[in-house]
């Protein structure tokens, strides 16, 4: 068997397929030449993460393709039903990089609180001569603790955010059409843990009690958060987006954050990915990373070893 990992894949999961049998096959084709390559190489398996995508042509003229895995949680860039429908397996690792996520919430708002995303552009230009200034601009930043959190979406994502949310000492509220009641147990250092129970919220009573609001829903074919969702809520709310981008109205927050009804914005995920609009980039009340809210060590080798043992089960 013949797996190509075309967006790379760590080395636990490397070592697991080899370990089972599997040639494991780590280069990165262009898009216009995958389905030549996977022909040509009788490939049984092909993983991917965001970069690969994996359509009905692809899937219609590879026809050694038994598996697709998806190093990540959401599969958009996969059709997944049609692949299926063909007798393929779609897997993907929804676990393994939930905490990897919910950190990157949370490095996003401490930052935020603290201007830290402006102070990093402008210390290194300004910093020498108008050390004052911005001490005196950077000056007004508020604490997490005892603030609420909403969180739009508990799956696996919502449930890691909520916790490190609880952690600081927040209040959690969240909204999610499919998941009623949650129980979040929490484990600390010494082998103790705490159990908090949460109950789902109508969204618009979420929207409206929070001081910040994360989102962690799956790709949509409408805004989870426009215009309409950003007149309800707090005047001073602060919002991330590290799902995917599409399911906040960029343009909607722009004005809010002209307007002032929105203090912050933290964004990992954009509507224009991988080309965001130079009005999100440039804005001095956002904070941007470039989609990294899995790209940590720890998730990337959980999420190759977790794909490993599923090609490992389902084609040996």
């Known amino acids: 068997m013949k797996i190509l990992a075309n967006d790379g894949i760590a080395q636990s999961g490397i070592d697991a397929l080899e370990n089972a049998g599997f040639e494991t096959i780590i280069v990165n084709v262009a898009q216009e030449q995958l389905q030549d390559y996977i022909n040509t190489n009788k490939i049984n398996a092909l993983l991917v993460r965001s970069a690969t995508k994996v ?188 799902a995917r981008g599409g399911v906040l109205d960029e343009v909607a927050l722009v004005d809010a954050l002209e307007t002032g009804k929105v203090a912050f914005a933290g964004l990992d995920v954009y509507e224009s990915e991988p080309s965001p609009e130079i009005r999100i980039l440039m804005h001095p009340k956002i904070s941007l990373t470039p989609h990294i809210g899995a790209a940590t060590g720890e998730a990337q080798s959980r999420i190759g070893k977790e794909l490993a043992d599923q090609v490992i089960e389902l084609l040996t």
């Open 55 to 242: 359509r009905k042509s692809l899937i219609d003229h590879c026809p050694t393709l038994k598996l697709i895995g998806r190093g990540g949680v959401g599969m958009d860039n996969i059709d997944v039903e049609y692949a299926r429908k063909k007798g393929l397996h779609v897997i993907n690792t929804p676990a393994a990089s939930s905490a990897s996520v919910a950190e990157l919430v949370f490095a996003h708002f401490f930052g935020g609180v603290r201007y830290l995303h402006d102070a990093n552009r402008n210390m290194p230009l300004e910093g020498d001569s108008k050390f004052k200034q911005l001490k005196k601009s950077y000056a007004g930043g508020t604490e997490l603790r005892g603030k609420t959190l909403g969180i739009i979406g508990l799956g696996r994502i919502g449930k890691a955010t909520a916790k490190l949310a609880i952690g600081v000492g927040m209040k959690v509220i969240y909204h999610d059409p499919y998941i009623d009641e949650a129980s979040l147990e929490i484990p600390f250092f010494d082998g103790r843990s705490m159990t908090f129970n949460l109950q789902s919220s109508p969204k618009t009573e979420v929207l409206k009690a929070s001081d910040f609001i994360t989102l962690h829903v799956p790709a949509q074919k409408e805004y989870v958060i426009g215009k309409k969702e950003f007149e309800v809520m707090k005047s001073g709310v602060s919002i991330v987006n590290a």
